[in-house]
Nanobody, 119 residues
Framework: VQLVESGGGLVPAGGSLRLSCVAS????????MGWYRQAPGKQRELVAVITSGGSTDYLDSVKGRFTISRDSAKRTMYLQANSLKPEDTAVYYC??????????????WGQGTQVTVSS
């Protein structure tokens, strides 16, 4: 299963971006889908996650500003990031886990997309 992110870029503080992550390849089902980010010199952290049932959870610092969603038919996940702050600057990665056969679970990462917020 391959994941491709898009939508990153350079935005001023207070601006918005919409990140997308598309899954391709042979897969049977998708369970959790999540967005992570890693800033220079820092550990990768979970930003938002959405379950197959649509339940969501967010990093405290992005609550009320970011919204995660998914379109299962399109195998796509989105992250709407509003009111961006310079501290949101990082490489954003998507992560998906599921099954590519009835007995084989997978967990895949995208290549990352850079988000830079200028002050």
């Amino acid at each position: 299963v391959q994941l491709v992110e898009s939508g990153g870029g350079l935005v001023p503080a207070g601006g918005s971006l919409r990140l997308s992550c598309v899954a391709s390849g042979s897969l049977l089902s998708i369970n959790n889908m999540g967005w992570y980010r890693q800033a220079p010199g820092k550990q990768r952290e979970l930003v938002a996650v959405i379950t197959s049932g649509g339940s969501t959870d967010y990093l405290d610092s992005v609550k009320g500003r970011f919204t995660i969603s998914r379109d299962s038919a399109k195998r796509t996940m989105y992250l709407q990031a509003n009111s961006l702050k310079p501290e949101d600057t990082a490489v954003y990665y998507c992560n998906v886990d599921g099954y590519d056969s009835p007995w084989q679970r997978f967990n895949s990462w995208g290549q990352g997309t850079q988000v830079t917020v200028s002050s």
